[in-house]
Nanobody
Framework: DVQLQASGGGLVQPGGSRRLSCAASGFSLDDYAIGWFRQAPGKEREGVSC???????VYSDSVKGRFTVSRDYGKNMAYLQMNSINLEDTAVYSCAAEGPNLNSYCGLSSSRYDFWGQGTLVTVSS
């Protein structure tokens, strides 16, 4: 079975940090671009970051300079490091995989992605 699972969510104070993980099973994540998406209550899903198979990254304006996406080749893992978290970051965060491909680029449109994992909730509150 092809599976993706995001984890690492929880309650975070404003200004704090959190690292989300994305674990893949049933396929090699190395061959796929990985996207991170979030959906806040009452809002549409938003692409926040992605990383291509060769490590190129893209960030939405809302998280640029605060979030960092990374991947661990050979371990079927990807991460989203969230720093300087604010109230607007409260959302369910999901990871997705696009591919297989060797593209040097990735994108934040959800329609690009082939596999989706269950999300993890990040709640920002003081």
């Amino acid at each position: 079975d092809v599976q993706l699972q995001a984890s690492g969510g929880g309650l975070v104070q404003p200004g704090g940090s959190r690292r989300l993980s994305c674990a893949a099973s049933g396929f090699s994540l190395d061959d796929y671009a990985i996207g991170w998406f979030r959906q806040a209550p009452g809002k549409e899903r938003e692409g926040v970051s992605c990383i291509s198979t060769i490590g190129s990254t893209v960030y939405s304006d809302s998280v640029k300079g605060r979030f960092t996406v990374s991947r661990d080749y050979g371990k079927n893992m990807a991460y989203l490091q969230m720093n300087s978290i604010n109230l607007e970051d409260t959302a369910v965060y999901s990871c997705a995989a696009e591919g297989p491909n060797l593209n040097s680029y990735c994108g934040l449109s959800s329609s690009r992605y082939d596999f989706w994992g269950q999300g993890t909730l990040v709640t920002v509150s003081s």
